[in-house]
């Protein structure tokens, strides 16, 4: 713990800014597409249906499913689901574990780096990386939150 507190001050403010969607990501992609049509008159017959994560189209759930082998088959389903890591989520994690480690002690510098992506009324990834953040730190935090 006292060999990264030195760091943190550097750390916590990248991590925060990794921590923001990406321009080009899908799943952003997907979502404004849904805002787009939120703002469009609605269908008298059009009904909003939640969405449950799950096997996708054409990927086989069986248990035991595979090839003569043994292996499982690659139905060519792209494995870009929740499970899959990229840097928005390792820095939420390396975020979370910092605040494991050294607790209440890094929310004097997490706090106004949150409150200054709150704030950005322009942005909202700023925001969605500062709610993301405080659910990070939720754990080791907790007393300070």
């Known amino acids: 713990g ?15 800014r990794n921590m923001r969607f990406e321009e080009w ?17 609605d269908e008298a017959n059009a009904v909003l249906r939640p969405h449950v994560g799950g096997a996708r189209k054409g990927q086989n759930v069986r248990e035991g ?3 003569a082998d043994g292996e499982a088959e690659d139905n060519n389903v792209d494995d870009d689901d929740d499970t899959t890591w990229n840097l928005r989520k390792s820095a939420a994690a ?13 929310l004097p510098i997490l706090l106004p780096a949150v409150q ?3 704030n950005n009324v322009d942005d909202w990834r ?9 659910g990070a730190v939720s754990h080791g935090c907790h007393s300070g939150l």
């Open 116 to 118: 200054a992506c709150l």
């Open 25 to 41: 990501d899908e799943s952003v992609e997907e979502a404004e597409a849904v805002e787009e049509e939120a703002g469009r008159p």
């Open 94 to 106: 390396g975020l979370d574990m910092i605040s494991t480690f050294l607790g209440d002690d890094i």
């Open 2 to 16: 006292n060999t990264l507190r030195p760091f943190v001050p550097r750390i916590v403010p990248l991590l925060l």
């Open 126 to 134: 700023s925001r969605e990386a500062a709610i993301l953040a405080l």
């Open 65 to 67: 499913s595979g090839n």
